[in-house]
């Protein structure tokens, strides 16, 4: 049975990769490129795309010399490498949420958990043999909190656990004694197995700077005490001490916004009827629309303090992201996705947040491209729009450097070599609404 079910996986991947040899070259005609690599526009552009990579890029003014399948008419479009998810959490269907991430222009996502029944060394399979539609993906582990670290030998048999798995990270959700944590560190190195997640609250903030990168700028908020948060002398040291650990931050400020959304009597109203919603299984949505969320159960959210606390809270984590990113520390978008802050989606709405927070345009989309195609270590294969690179790349209406918001306006997205139109991209989304009624 075993051998047979080999055959099937190997016929299943030569089909691909068959599929994938196939690919038809496509040409972007009279397009406007922002390439990313600097803030800059390159006007009335052809853009060929073969064998899943950018080929050619050339004024739309010289004559084609290339064999062209698909010709795309993108006069008055910009053309923007894919976008980064890198803080995605699977919480219903996975093909469905792959379909919503693709629509909304995500070619490229981090997964930030594996939850019990769930295997996400078996979805990055399918990813990366493209039997499923998928956006090129990353993993980590076990959402691992203090209780999974009963003692320091505990340590080993979870970094092995990880080792022998393959996950591309290991995530730690919670804090941990400082003993289980050096070991942690020690045992982690010694595997070349890198650590990401949440901060060390209850130790100095130079412990926390150990890891690959943090999710939630929130993390600092809580790891610096209340007259620490409020010294602007202090908060610039730590910004620095940030900068020279070589951390990466994700400052996921969406996730929180959802709070006061959730609890806010209006907020909650236009939330619980937002259009999207209906890309949610019923009963998924019908929870996160109910009272029996802990959001609007707990007085620690829902009395008039709190909303006012919250909103104070939200604000701190926008001035400490720009502070983050004045000094040079490596931003990169990630949304956090779970309730009713829908995959790809919300990525949209993340940077609109960190745009908020006083990055420019230019600066705010880095981080769903360039920054997170150097943490991955692929910056020579995405990140930019540049000949030989990987074909993932979206198509807009409107110029994301004059608005942020513009990146969801999108006309078509290719993601490795295969277009998707939008009445390709719009049939992706149906599909999702139908199956989920």
């Known amino acids: 049975m075993r051998t047979l079910k080999n055959c099937l996986l190997l016929i299943i991947l030569m089909l691909c990769s068959v599929v994938m040899a196939q690919t038809k070259i496509i040409s972007f005609e009279n397009v406007n490129v922002i390439p990313m ?39 008055g479009k910009y053309l923007i490498p894919g976008l980064v998810e890198t803080h995605y959490h699977l919480q219903n269907n996975i093909e469905n949420e792959f379909k919503l991430l693709i629509a909304n222009g995500v070619t490229s996502a981090r997964n930030m958990a594996e939850y019990n029944g769930q295997d996400h060394i078996r979805i990055r399979a399918l990813a990366q043999s493209n039997a499923i539609l998928s956006p090129h993906y990353y993993t980590t582990g076990p959402y691992l909190k203090r209780n999974d670290f009963k003692h320091t030998d505990s340590v080993d048999a979870i970094v092995q656990y990880h080792k022998k798995r393959g996950y591309d990270y290991l995530k730690i959700a919670d804090n941990l004694p400082k003993d289980i944590y050096l070991k942690l560190l020690e045992t982690a190195k010694k595997e070349n197995l890198e650590i990401v997640g949440h901060g060390q609250r209850e130790l100095p903030l130079e412990f926390s700077l150990r890891i690959k990168s943090i999710a939630h700028v929130e993390e600092f908020m809580n790891i610096f005490s209340k007259e620490e948060r409020t010294s602007i002398s202090y908060l610039k040291r730590a910004v620095k001490e940030v900068k020279t650990s070589g951390v990466y931050v994700s400052p996921t400020l969406g996730i929180f916004e959802m709070i006061s959304k959730y609890v806010d009597k209006d907020k909650s109203e236009l939330l619980n009827n937002d259009k999207n919603i209906k890309y949610l299984p019923k009963h998924y949505s019908d929870y996160w629309r109910s009272d029996k969320i802990n959001y609007r159960k707990k ?51 993340e940077l609109e947040l960190i745009h908020n927070s006083g990055l420019s345009n230019y600066e705010t989309l880095k981080t769903a491209t360039v920054v997170p195609a150097r943490y991955f270590n692929c910056i020579s ?52 609404e139908n199956l989920n009624k």
């Open 37 to 75: 690599n600097i803030d800059t526009i390159i006007t009335n552009q052809r853009v060929i795309i073969a064998n899943g990579r950018i080929l050619k890029i050339e004024p739309a003014s010289r004559t084609r010399t290339n064999h062209i399948d698909v010709t795309v008419q993108a006069s």
């Open 299 to 349: 007085s620690w959210f829902t009395d008039k303090e709190s909303l006012i606390r919250l909103e104070k809270e939200l604000a701190w984590q926008k001035k400490f992201t720009l502070l983050l990113h004045q000094q040079g520390v490596p931003l990169m978008a990630g949304s956090d996705t779970y309730g009713l802050f829908l995959p790809g989606f919300s990525l949209h709405h």
């Open 381 to 432: 294969q995405s990140g930019t729009v540049s000949e030989g690179k990987l074909a993932d790349l979206v198509l807009l209406d409107k110029n994301p450097l004059e608005n942020i918001s513009n990146t969801r306006t999108i006309s078509g997205v290719i993601i490795k070599g295969q277009w998707f139109d939008r009445e390709k991209l719009d049939n992706l989304l149906l599909e999702v």
